[in-house]
């Protein structure tokens, strides 16, 4: 099921000689099928993360600036192939959990809104890439990929010169390979820290009987994630993308950190 949860990260996190050794003790006992149930159940997964900033680098901050039609956007993750970051040829998706924290420029002209979340202007959202021309995770390619990223949020590319996948919930012509991630709490110069975790569609959602959900939450801030575990493909990438929209917008992150869940 694809949805934002509170639910905390798991205390002990197995390696992938966790997740092998427990298979095959299960196996001992239960058919190999019924012993990988047992596990997801379990949510018995391996994972493998990146975050930013790197090497102890400081944060950053996304204003809203004239010269990109007050719509900024800057790439501050963007992690290799699923496949060479994990590192096998065999596997499933099963989560991705983003960690952030953030801040707005703490004040705004129009503050009456019972929402602590919405209007807000700045905010982090999700692509996925899948083109076989970027795929070596090079520096070269990165900053090209970043840039190409930036230029079509901000509006300054009709269509953007990386190929990306379609969110199939967003509405034509909004954000139609984007997914919203977390807004921040509007008017705060607080750091705040969000865990958002998407998962695996609901049966429901992912046979069409219920449309998935767009948009952020306006008590939590958080976007619903439908649709974009059951998009991953080992030969995808995801980057996530600061967003500062509007005069005098400012986006102050500290800390972002993507974490992904498979099983093997």
Known sequence: MSMITSRPEPS???????????????????????????????????????????????????????KDNLNSAEVLVLTPTMENWIGLD?????????????????????????????????????????????????????????????????????????????????????????WDIQRNVRASSVFRSHEILFKEDSNDVASGKTPGKIGNDGMTGAGSGDGFVSALQKEDRIAVIARARKLRWDNHVKEIEVEVYYSV
């Open 12 to 66: 002990f996190i197995p390696t992938l000689e966790d997740v092998f050794g427990a298979q095959a003790h299960l196996s001992e006992r239960v058919p190999p099928e019924l012993a990988n149930d047992i596990l997801d159940y379990a949510g018995y997964w391996a994972k493998v993360s990146t975050s930013f900033p790197t090497n102890n680098g400081t944060g950053k901050v996304i204003s809203a600036r004239h």
């Open 90 to 178: 065999f596997f499933k998706i099963r989560e991705v959990r983003f960690k952030l924290e953030s801040h707005d420029q703490g004040w705004a002209d129009e503050n009456s809104s019972p929402l602590p979340y919405l209007p807000s202007w700045t905010w982090f959202e999700a692509t996925i890439i899948r083109d076989p021309r970027y795929t070596a995770s090079t520096p070269e390619e990165d900053a090209f990929v970043k840039k190409a990223l930036e230029k079509s949020r901000r509006g300054q590319e009709t269509k953007s010169s990386i190929i990306t996948v379609p969110n199939l919930h967003a509405a034509a012509g909004l954000g139609e390979d984007m």
